[in-house]
């Protein structure tokens, strides 16, 4: 690289400025963070409190757009995110300007959550001249924090109002290491594994909903949990005569058809009610149709869909309230558990005590642990039924990071370390709120994507099934016992954002899993990997990346089997990792199921199977390496090293063959038995506690031979 060390000293700070092209990056590298490039990129928004124009023509560094700011003493140009964490980056990187006039006097502070950190002074800018300014996140005091959110450049003082100019601002990344380091931990069981964890909403404008296309497609991917009717659409819709509000028309998929397609699935149920215009009664009768006339037996009732956001429709002389909200739910709870004690009812909730006042002044909830006083949603709920004697069966989650305008693949793939501080979020207000009468009520979650605004690119994108895939792993490691993607199909959307910044070819979105009929989208291949990955009854395990572009997860099949999966999160590189397994003895062979880059752009030209991959792999054990492709799910089914039989002495005249199973722990092995070496039936597995176990088989003395072998038994 071509740099020159400025002659001074800023802040304690070593400027360096670029005076060409930088050389080669480093080996193994990730991608950098654009902040600017023609236009504010990545979720950038602009907060600034001086005359700025985002688009000025001239002059320019790169492309066609700089940004012209008009800041007199006191004000800055503001670029503003959401928290997001600047682990990967270490440098911010701008060139900047200073005009006809030169001279202004600047400082740059870094924010985290929305407190501006201690300033630094950027050098006095020279007339008509660009150079590139690359601070050291260390100096802007926002390094390796989770909460980073924006930056701003600060006037000093004067009136003087000269122009300056900012072009091509981004986040410089981190080299990547030249080795990670996965653990697996086999001993270390987190929990089991749910099936309400492999879920999708389902929309009653799916015209291609009850078809066998779509039990098909619904088997393909593994699914084992659907909800009807549909997002805030079941705030306005009667079940009976598959009608919302007063529309005269009906919706394309009644409730028959929903049940056509679910009990041929054998699916897991969420039905959400009508809380908005609907009553208690009609609830009520929805649960005696479905499960005492039809005994279609489904479980999980919900009572409203996101009553908490003033964007659902509540006929309520009261909307959007908490108190109003909890009184009415114990009568939803009553009657239609009256139908049917059999099923569970639950309430939506928010994490954060704070969260959707929505200008409550009237009720309030007291939190006896922190001597705080609350007026938002979810205390006031909880303290409410709690006061009234009511215990919901679960509390409903939905969590989507994104929304209009704030698209970005890196910072998205960053999200789902979030679902812990949700869950634990969750679970300290109904502790709070409830004390030990709300330890069995369960958390779930009923709808997950990456956008809840108007769609982009990004949510048919590569990157959206690496955020769910990854966003399931994690959600398996808490309390939550369900995860139910939104949706299925949802239709195509235009008005989202296409920047060329997103990766991905398809210049519409959608967040369904399926376009039109059966166009699979990359979030289908992704939810049909983690069906290879886990199913119910497995065991999660605890599993450690110290890379966070590698995310790794595990899980203890209930045949013995483990597997690993790791997601790689980076477009551009290539991660080399050390791979470890503890408690675990895996043989050597091994096979690796893949979705990522290729698979994507197999779709695009249409030439080769854009399916997951299916290979075989040689060198599994203990302690073994692989590299991981960029923007790639891979997934290790990790067998067992094969049992041995040990003949053990035999006692005297007993009439009987003793030998020793030896495998592991865990592991269940069929025991076989033959009398001519050529058919074999299985006479009973075991399922070994420890390293071995003593088998005692009955010798028949009128047979010549009598043979017996082991097997794992890899299936469940």
């Keep these: 690289m071509s740099w020159m060390q400025l002659s001074k000293w800023f802040n304690r700070l070593t ?69 997001f ?16 006039s030169g001279g202004q006097p600047l400082q740059i502070s870094g924010i985290l959550g929305d407190t501006a950190q201690s300033p630094t002074n950027l050098p006095t800018l020279p007339t008509n001249s660009w150079q590139q300014l690359s601070i050291p996140l260390t100096a802007l005091g926002i390094a390796n924090k989770p ?57 009653i404008w799916d015209g291609n909903f009850d078809t066998p ?6 088997r393909e991917m593994g699914c084992l949990t659907l909800r009807f009717p549909g997002g805030s659409l079941s705030d306005e819709y009667h079940w009976a005569t598959g009608k919302s509000l007063t529309n005269t028309w009906s919706w394309a998929t009644s409730f028959i058809n929903f049940v056509h397609i679910a009990t041929n699935l054998g699916a897991n149920v969420f039905i959400t ?60 709870i009553q009657q239609m558990k009256a139908v049917d004690p059999t099923i569970k009812v639950g309430v939506v909730a928010a994490p954060g005590e704070a969260s959707y006042v929505n200008g409550n002044a009237t009720h309030s909830a007291y939190n006896p642990r922190t001597g705080q006083t609350n007026y938002g949603w979810t205390p006031v709920l909880l303290a409410t039924l709690k006061s009234l004697n009511v215990t919901p069966d679960f509390v409903v989650h939905h969590r989507y990071p994104e929304y209009t305008g704030q698209e970005s693949d890196p910072t998205l793939l960053q999200d789902s370390v979030g679902w812990a501080a949700d869950a634990a979020d969750l679970r300290q207000q109904i502790n709070d709120y409830f004390g030990t009468s709300g330890t069995n009520i ?4 009923t709808e997950n994507n990456s956008n809840s605004g108007d769609q982009g690119k990004q949510s048919v994108s590569l990157v959206n099934a690496l955020y769910y895939a990854d966003s399931l792993g994690q959600l398996m490691k808490t309390e939550l016992n369900s995860l ?30 399926i376009g039109n009929l059966t166009n699979r989208y990359p979030p289908f291949y992704a939810a049909k990997t983690m069906q290879y990955f886990a199913r119910p009854g497995d065991t999660v395990l605890n599993a450690a990346s110290d890379y966070s572009l590698l995310a790794a997860y595990a899980v203890r099949r209930a045949s013995g089997a483990l597997t690993l999966l790791v997601i790689n999160k980076d477009p551009v590189g290539s991660f080399p990792a050390q791979i470890m397994v503890n408690g675990f003895n895996p043989s050597s062979a091994a096979t690796i199921t893949s979705y990522g880059i290729p698979q994507d752009n197999a779709a695009q030209s249409g030439t080769v199977s854009q399916d997951l991959a299916r290979t075989n792999f040689s060198s599994a054990g203990t302690n073994f390496n692989f590299t991981f492709p960029p923007y790639s799910l891979t997934l290790f089914t990790l067998a067992p090293t094969a049992p041995k039989l040990i003949v053990l002495p035999q006692p005297a005249q007993s009439g009987s063959f003793v030998f020793q199973l030896q495998g592991q722990a865990g592991v269940r092995y069929s025991l076989q038995y033959s009398t001519d070496l050529t058919t074999w039936n299985t006479i009973s597995t075991n399922t070994m506690a420890g390293s071995s176990t003593n088998l005692t088989n009955a010798i028949n003395p009128s047979l010549q031979m009598q043979l017996w072998r082991t097997a794992w038994q890899s299936q469940p």
């Design 15 to 83: 400027w360096m400025v670029l005076l060409g092209v930088t050389s080669s990056q480093p080996a193994r590298s990730q991608a950098n963070l654009p902040v600017y490039t023609d236009h504010l990129v990545n979720g950038f928004q602009d907060w600034s409190w001086a005359a700025r124009n985002l688009t000025n023509t001239a002059p320019v560094h790169s492309g066609n757009n700089s940004i012209r700011v008009s800041a007199m003493g006191g004000q800055a140009l503001y670029i503003h995110h959401g928290d």
């Design 147 to 203: 909460n980073c959110t924006g930056f701003w450049i600060q006037h000093k003082g004067g009136s003087n109002t000269n122009d300056f100019f900012v072009d091509d601002i981004q986040f410089v990344a981190k080299a990547a290491p030249v080795l990670t380091h996965i653990s697996v931990n086999a001993n270390q069981a987190v929990r089991s594994v749910d099936p309400r964890l492999f879920g999708l909403n389902t929309a």
């Design 85 to 100: 964490n600047t682990a990967l980056y270490t440098n911010l990187s701008f060139w900047i300007n200073g005009g006809a």
């Design 442 to 445: 369960e958390l779930v979650c």
């Design 213 to 218: 296309e779509t039990l098909s497609l619904l």
């Design 484 to 513: 139910v993607w939104w949706d299925l199909r949802n239709g195509n959307d235009t008005k989202g954002s296409m920047d060329p910044v997103l990766y991905g070819w398809r210049l519409y979105g959608d967040l369904g899993m």
């Design 273 to 332: 009610v009508n809380y908005g215009t609907g009553t208690p009664t009609e609830a009520a009768n929805w649960v005696r149709s479905a499960n005492v006339t039809n005994h279609y037996g489904f479980k999980y009732w919900e009572v409203g869909n996101e009553v908490y956001g003033t964007w659902e429709t509540d006929s309520n002389s009261s909307p959007n309230d908490a108190f109003t909200y909890a009184t009415r739910a114990k009568s939803y």
